[in-house]
C-alpha cells in the first residue's frame, strides 16, 4: 500500500505540471488582461498603463511569465493579486472558508434527507411514497441551483407579505443574501454560530437538492440490487429483522460508492457552490473567482484553479485508498 | 442654475473662510438643522470587497472608496449641490493668481485626524509626494499632469500650499481639491521604506479600527465579503458644524454591506435590510412599487431624476487601409450623415430603455446641460434624407437582396461590434442595423468580448481591425467636459482615426479648440469654445452619439437630509453625508 501511495504521488508531479501549462496558457488566450478597462478612461495616459503592466510584469513574454509564477508557485506562493495588490492565499482564504461552510453543511443535509428516502424507495418499491420521491428526486435534479434559489427568494418574500397580512409579523423567516447580520459582530460566539446557521440553511438546502436526486437514485438502485441478492435471503431465512437486514446487511454494502467518493468531496468543499453564492450573495468562492475571472486577476484564477487541481488529485488518490478499505474485494500492488 | 465663477473673478474674490469650524450650508439638505434628530445608521449596499484602505494607492470607484479617500474626506477645496462654485473646506482661504498660474492656500486651524492629532499643511503636501512618485504608482499620477508638464507644489510658511500650474487650466481647481493622508504614517513609510513601504500600507488585511481618516465616518469593523461598519469620527464635529452651530455627522454610523451584484442589493433593499438603491431601470422601480404597494417597505422612489454621466455611440474606422472601398465608405461625411439619419432615437429611448433616456447629439453628456450646445445639427431619424445621402455617394440602386449597391456593384455593408453581455448596447445595435437594412445598407451586429472590443478600438495605425464599433465613454468634469484623450488627433481615445495625423480640418480645429478652451478661464468664453467644438464635431460627425439613460434614486422614507429637488444626479450625489439623519 505504501509503495502504491508513493508511486501515485510521484504520478502526480508531471500531471500537476501539465495541468498548470495548460491553464496558464489558456488564461493568456484571453484577450486584453486586467488594465484593459484602464485605457477607455479618458485623462490616464497611456505610459501610465505601460508602467502599471510592467510593475506586475505583464510586459514580459507569456513564457518568462509561466516560469515566474511556477518558480513562486512551487515555494508556496501562488501569486499577487491585480485588484487588491495582495498575495493571492490571502485573497481567497476567506472565501474557501466560507464556501467549505456551505458545501458541509450541504452534504449533511444531502445525506441526511438522501440515504431515508433511497432506502423507503427500495424497500417500498413503485409504492405512492417511491414515486413521491423519484418525481422531487428528477424536479431537483432538473432545477437549476440559481433557479431553484431565486423561487426560494421570491417564496420567501411572498411569505413575508402573507405573515403580515395575517399576523402582522413583517419580517423575513429566513435572509435572502448575506451571511451574517448586520449586529454579527455584538453576538456571544454562539450567536454568531446560529446566525451563520440562519443565513446559510436556504443556500445549502438549495446545493444539496441537486445532489439529492442521483443520490437518492443510485442509493435505491443499490439497495434494490442487494436487497434481491442470497445472502440477503439467507438472512431473512436465518429469521433476521427486517430492520437489520435493510440498514444492515443491505445498506452497507450499498453505500460502499458513497463512502469511496468522499475523497471527491474535497475539491467540491473549497470550489465554491456555484452560482448560488452569486444569487445569495454569499460571500464564497463562487463570487471571488467570477469578479476575478471578469477583472481579468488572472493570478487569482490561476491560485483557485490550482488549488481545486491540488485537491481534485488527492482526492482521487484518498477515494481509491477508502475503495479498498471498505471493499474487500479491492487490493492495490 | 448658478454657473461656475470664473477663475479670474475667483482670483478677485480670493474666496476666504476664516471662520472656524467649517459650516454645512442650509442650502445643501432639504432639511433644516431644527429638524434633525441624532443617531442612528444609514445602511448601504456596495457591490465588492473594498480593494485597498490605502488612500494613495487605491484605483477603484465605488461608494466606499469615493467617500474615504475623496468625496468625505477634508479636500481642500469643495463644492456643493447647489453651485459650481469652490468653497475653501480644509483650507481656510484660497487665492489664485492673475496670470491663473499659481493656487495660495492656507490650510484650516482646528482639523484633527480621528486619532485627535492636527491635520497640517504636511498631510497634504505628502499626497501630493506620494502621487508624485511613480513608483508608488498612484491611480492620482496623471492628474499631476498638463500634457507633459508637471504640476508643482510647494510648502509655504507653517500651513500653507502653493500650487504651480505651467499653463492657465480650467482644470486647476479640482487639482487643488487634494485630500489629506497622515504623514505620520504615510510619509513616515515613504521617509523610511521608499515607495514600496507606502504600497505596503492599509491593504484589505489591515485592522481598519487602526486607520485614521479625515471624515464624518471612519472604518471600524470590516469583515470581507460580507460589511463593513463606520463610526462617526468623533473629532469631525470639533470642525464641521450645521447653520445652529451644532456638531456634525447627526447620524452615529454608517454601514456598507457586500451585496456582491445590484440583483442582490436589490433583494437587500426588499427586505429592509438597507436603506437606499439605485434602481438601474423601469423593471428595478416596479418591484420597490410593488413592494411599496404591498405595504412591506417604506421608501421614496425618484423616477427618471437625471441624464447618467456617460455617453454612447457607434464610431467608425477611418484606417482601414487594407479595405480601400469601406476606407473611402468610412470616411465619407455624408455616409455618416445617413447613417445618423437611421438612428432611431426615439425607438431605443422607448425599445431599450421603457422610456427613460434622452437622446445625445455631443460628445457633452446630457447631464453637463450648461456645456451641451443644443443648436447643433442632430439629423434627425429620417430615412428618405439618408436614404438620398446614399444616393448622392453614389450607393443609388439596390440589388437582389434590397442592398444599395453603386456604380461598381459595391454593397454598403460593416459590422458593427459590441461588447456581449450589455444587453442594452446589444439592442440598440440590433434597432439601428434594422433601420439601416430598411434603406438597404447592412449593418451586421456582433457582439464580442470587451477587452477585444477595446484592443479593436484602440489599436493604431492605417489599417486597424475593424468597421464600426458601438461603445460608451464614461469620467469628465464639469469645468471642461472634453476628454484630454478623446478630442486631440493621434491621441489613445481619438477613436475614428488613429494615424498619426489628423486627416480633416474639422479635426485639425478642434484639437485646437480644445487647448485654447482648456487655458480660457472666463467660463462662458470657454462655453463658446466648447460649443464650437461640438458644432464643429456635428458638421464632421464622426462618432454618431445614441441616447443617455436616466439615473433613478430610492431610499427609505426615514431618512431627511438629503439635497434638494433638482440637485440630485450622478454628478452632485444624492447627499452630503454630515447633513443626513434618520428621521424615526
Known amino acids: 500500500m505504501f509503495v502504491y501511495i508513493v508511486k501515485r504521488l510521484f504520478q502526480l508531479i508531471p500531471t500537476f505540471i501539465g495541468a498548470t501549462m495548460l491553464m496558464f496558457l489558456i488564461s493568456q488566450l484571453v484577450p486584453g488582461d486586467f488594465f484593459k478597462a484602464k485605457e477607455l478612461e479618458p485623462n490616464v495616459r497611456p505610459e501610465t498603463i505601460q508602467r502599471m503592466r510592467a510593475e506586475?510584469?505583464?510586459?514580459?513574454?507569456?513564457?518568462?511569465?509561466?516560469?515566474?509564477?511556477?518558480?513562486?508557485?512551487?515555494?508556496?506562493n501562488l501569486g499577487q493579486s491585480f485588484v487588491s495588490n495582495q498575495p493571492v492565499w490571502a485573497r481567497i482564504a476567506r472565501p474557501m472558508r466560507n464556501s467549505m461552510y456551505l458545501a458541509m453543511l450541504s452534504i449533511v443535509l444531502l445525506w441526511l434527507v438522501s440515504i431515508p428516502a433511497g432506502v423507503y424507495s427500495a424497500v417500498r418499491q413503485y409504492s405512492f411514497g417511491d414515486q413521491a420521491v423519484s418525481v422531487i428526486s428528477y424536479l431537483g435534479l432538473a432545477t437549476p441551483n440559481f433557479f431553484l434559489a431565486q423561487v426560494i427568494i421570491l417564496t420567501l418574500f411572498l411569505v413575508r407579505t402573507l405573515t403580515k397580512d395575517w399576523f402582522g409579523f413583517n419580517q423575513l423567516i429566513f435572509p435572502v443574501a448575506g451571511m451574517t447580520s448586520s449586529n454579527y459582530l455584538t453576538m456571544n460566539a454562539w450567536g454568531q454560530f446560529w446566525d451563520v446557521m440562519w443565513h446559510m440553511f436556504i443556500p445549502s438546502l438549495v446545493v444539496a437538492t441537486s445532489g439529492m436526486a442521483g443520490f437518492t437514485r443510485v442509493l435505491r438502485a443499490q439497495m434494490i440490487e442487494y436487497l434481491g441478492s442470497d445472502f440477503i435471503r439467507t438472512a431473512r431465512a436465518k429469521g433476521v429483522g427486517h430492520g437489520k437486514v435493510t440498514y444492515?446487511?443491505?445498506?452497507?454494502?450499498?453505500?460502499?460508492?458513497?463512502?469511496?467518493?468522499?475523497?471527491?468531496?474535497?475539491?467540491?468543499?473549497?470550489?465554491?457552490?456555484?452560482?448560488?453564492?452569486?444569487?445569495?450573495?454569499?460571500?464564497?468562492?463562487?463570487?471571488?473567482?467570477?469578479?476575478?475571472?471578469?477583472?481579468?486577476?488572472?493570478?487569482?484564477?490561476?491560485?483557485?484553479?490550482?488549488?481545486?487541481?491540488?485537491?481534485?488529485?488527492?482526492?482521487?488518490?484518498?477515494?481509491?485508498?477508502?475503495?479498498?478499505?471498505?471493499?474487500?474485494?479491492?487490493?492495490?500492488? | 442654475m448658478k454657473r461656475l465663477l470664473t477663475l479670474i473673478s475667483l482670483m478677485a474674490l480670493a474666496a476666504s473662510a476664516f471662520a472656524q469650524p467649517f459650516v454645512w450650508p442650509d442650502a445643501w439638505s432639504n432639511a433644516t438643522p431644527g429638524e434633525a434628530v441624532r443617531g442612528g445608521e444609514l445602511r448601504i449596499s456596495l457591490i465588492g470587497d473594498p480593494r485597498t484602505f490605502n488612500p494613495v494607492t487605491s484605483a477603484e470607484s465605488q461608494a466606499l472608496s469615493d467617500y474615504?479617500?475623496?468625496?468625505?474626506?477634508?479636500?481642500?477645496?469643495?463644492?456643493?449641490?447647489?453651485?459650481?462654485?469652490?468653497?475653501?473646506?480644509?483650507?481656510?482661504?484660497?487665492?489664485?493668481?492673475?496670470?491663473?498660474?499659481?493656487?495660495?492656500?492656507?490650510?484650516?486651524?482646528?482639523?484633527?485626524?480621528?486619532?485627535?492629532?492636527?491635520?497640517?499643511?504636511?498631510?497634504?503636501?505628502?499626497?501630493?509626494?506620494?502621487?508624485?512618485?511613480?513608483?508608488?504608482?498612484?491611480?492620482?499620477?496623471?492628474?499631476?499632469?498638463?500634457?507633459?508638464?508637471?504640476?508643482?507644489?510647494?510648502?509655504?510658511?507653517?500651513?500653507?500650499?502653493?500650487?504651480?500650474?505651467?499653463?492657465?487650466?480650467?482644470?486647476?481647481?479640482?487639482?487643488?481639491?487634494?485630500?489629506?493622508?497622515?504623514?505620520?504614517?504615510f510619509g513616515e513609510a515613504y521617509r523610511s521604506g521608499g515607495a514600496e513601504a507606502v504600497k505596503a500600507l492599509w491593504g484589505t488585511d489591515v485592522d481598519v479600527s487602526t486607520t485614521v481618516w479625515s471624515n464624518a465616518f471612519v472604518p471600524a469593523t470590516f469583515q470581507p465579503g460580507e460589511r463593513i461598519i463606520l463610526q462617526r469620527n468623533p473629532y469631525f464635529g470639533e470642525w464641521n458644524?450645521?447653520?445652529?452651530?451644532?456638531?456634525?455627522?447627526?447620524?452615529?454610523?454608517?454601514?456598507?454591506?457586500?451585496?456582491?451584484?445590484?440583483?442582490?442589493?436589490?433583494?437587500?433593499?426588499?427586505?429592509?435590510?438597507?436603506?437606499?438603491?439605485?434602481?438601474?431601470?423601469?423593471?428595478?422601480?416596479?418591484?420597490?412599487?410593488n413592494a411599496v404597494n404591498n405595504g412591506d417597505i417604506d421608501v421614496t422612489v425618484m423616477e427618471s431624476v437625471s441624464p447618467v454621466a456617460s455617453s454612447q455611440f457607434i464610431v467608425w474606422n477611418w484606417n482601414k487601409a487594407s479595405d480601400p472601398d469601406k476606407q473611402a465608405l468610412f470616411r465619407n461625411a455624408n455616409f455618416r450623415r445617413a447613417m445618423a439619419h437611421v438612428m432611431d432615437r426615439d425607438a431605443i429611448i422607448d425599445l431599450v430603455y421603457n422610456g427613460a433616456g434622452i437622446p445625445m447629439y455631443t460628445n457633452v453628456y446630457p447631464i453637463n446641460d450648461y456645456w451641451v450646445n443644443h443648436d447643433v445639427e442632430k439629423y434627425p431619424y429620417d430615412p428618405e434624407k439618408a436614404a438620398e445621402l446614399m444616393a448622392s455617394i453614389g450607393y443609388d440602386r439596390k440589388n437582389a437582396d434590397g442592398l444599395l449597391i453603386n456604380a461598381e456593384g459595391k454593397t454598403a455593408s460593416f459590422i458593427l461590434a459590441t461588447n456581449a453581455g450589455n444587453t442594452a448596447r446589444e439592442q440598440i445595435a440590433?434597432?439601428?442595423?434594422?433601420?439601416?437594412?430598411?434603406?438597404?445598407?447592412?449593418?451586421?451586429?456582433?457582439?464580442?468580448?470587451?477587452?477585444?472590443?477595446?484592443?479593436?478600438?484602440?489599436?493604431?495605425?492605417?489599417?486597424?481591425?475593424?468597421?464600426?464599433?458601438?461603445?460608451?465613454?464614461?469620467?469628465?468634469?464639469?469645468?471642461?467636459?472634453?476628454?484630454?484623450?478623446?478630442?486631440?488627433?493621434?491621441?489613445?481615445?481619438?477613436?475614428?482615426?488613429?494615424?498619426?495625423?489628423?486627416?480633416?480640418?474639422?479635426?485639425?480645429?478642434?484639437?485646437?479648440?480644445?487647448?485654447?478652451?482648456?487655458?480660457?478661464?472666463?467660463?462662458?468664453?470657454?462655453?463658446?469654445?466648447?460649443?464650437?467644438?461640438?458644432?464643429?464635431?456635428?458638421?464632421?460627425?464622426?462618432?454618431?452619439?445614441?441616447?443617455?439613460?436616466?439615473?433613478?434614486?430610492?431610499?427609505s422614507s426615514a431618512l431627511r437630509g438629503y439635497h434638494n429637488e433638482g440637485q440630485i444626479n450622478p454628478l452632485l450625489g444624492a447627499y452630503e453625508l454630515p447633513l443626513v439623519f434618520m428621521a424615526r
Not at chain 1, 452497507?252 to 467540491?268: D, E, K, M, T, Y
Not at chain 2, 487665492?95 to 491635520?119: F, N, Q, Y
Request: include cysteine; charged fraction near 20%; aromatic fraction near 10%.
Open chain 2, 241 to 289: 458644524v450645521d447653520s445652529a452651530g451644532n456638531a456634525l455627522p447627526y447620524l452615529d454610523s454608517y454601514s456598507m454591506t457586500i451585496a456582491g451584484d445590484l440583483d442582490s442589493a436589490l433583494n437587500l433593499y426588499l427586505a429592509g435590510d438597507i436603506d437606499q438603491f439605485s434602481p438601474r431601470n423601469l423593471d428595478d422601480i416596479g418591484v420597490i412599487n
Open chain 2, 68 to 185: 474615504l479617500f475623496t468625496n468625505g474626506a477634508a479636500v481642500l477645496i469643495m463644492r456643493g449641490p447647489d453651485s459650481d462654485e469652490w468653497l475653501p473646506y480644509g483650507a481656510s482661504s484660497f487665492t489664485a493668481s492673475e496670470d491663473g498660474m499659481t493656487v495660495d492656500v492656507t490650510v484650516r486651524d482646528g482639523m484633527k485626524w480621528s486619532d485627535g492629532s492636527p491635520i497640517t499643511a504636511q498631510d497634504y503636501y505628502i499626497r501630493y509626494v506620494l502621487e508624485t512618485d511613480p513608483d508608488v504608482g498612484s491611480n492620482g499620477y496623471d492628474s499631476w499632469f498638463m500634457g507633459d508638464d508637471q504640476i508643482t507644489v510647494e510648502r509655504v510658511g507653517d500651513n500653507g500650499l502653493r500650487f504651480h500650474f505651467p499653463r492657465p487650466d480650467r482644470l486647476a481647481f479640482p487639482v487643488v481639491a487634494v485630500a489629506p493622508v497622515p504623514d505620520a504614517i
Open chain 1, 56 to 76: 506586475f510584469g505583464l510586459d514580459k513574454p507569456v513564457y518568462v511569465q509561466y516560469v515566474n509564477w511556477m518558480k513562486n508557485l512551487v515555494t508556496g
Open chain 1, 248 to 333: 444492515k446487511h443491505a445498506l452497507r454494502p450499498a453505500i460502499i460508492p458513497f463512502v469511496a467518493g468522499i475523497g471527491n468531496l474535497l475539491p467540491s468543499l473549497v470550489g465554491g457552490a456555484g452560482l448560488v453564492e452569486v444569487v445569495m450573495s454569499w460571500p464564497g468562492i463562487t463570487p471571488t473567482f467570477l469578479a476575478a475571472l471578469q477583472s481579468q486577476d488572472i493570478y487569482v484564477v490561476l491560485g483557485l484553479l490550482v488549488i481545486t487541481t491540488l485537491l481534485l488529485m488527492v482526492g482521487n488518490l484518498i477515494s481509491d485508498l477508502l475503495l479498498a478499505a471498505v471493499d474487500p474485494r479491492i487490493r492495490y500492488n
Open chain 2, 430 to 555: 440590433a434597432i439601428f442595423a434594422d433601420a439601416a437594412r430598411e434603406i438597404g445598407v447592412d449593418a451586421q451586429v456582433q457582439a464580442i468580448d470587451f477587452n477585444l472590443l477595446v484592443d479593436q478600438l484602440l489599436s493604431e495605425g492605417e489599417d486597424r481591425p475593424f468597421d464600426a464599433i458601438l461603445i460608451g465613454l464614461t469620467g469628465g468634469s464639469r469645468d471642461w467636459p472634453f476628454g484630454v484623450n478623446v478630442i486631440p488627433c493621434a491621441t489613445n481615445l481619438h477613436m475614428y482615426n488613429t494615424s498619426d495625423a489628423c486627416l480633416t480640418a474639422q479635426e485639425t480645429l478642434m484639437g485646437q479648440l480644445f487647448n485654447v478652451g482648456r487655458e480660457t478661464l472666463d467660463t462662458e468664453a470657454a462655453r463658446d469654445i466648447g460649443y464650437e467644438i461640438q458644432a464643429t464635431e456635428a458638421d464632421l460627425l464622426p462618432i454618431l452619439y445614441a441616447v443617455s439613460p436616466m439615473a433613478h434614486y430610492s431610499w
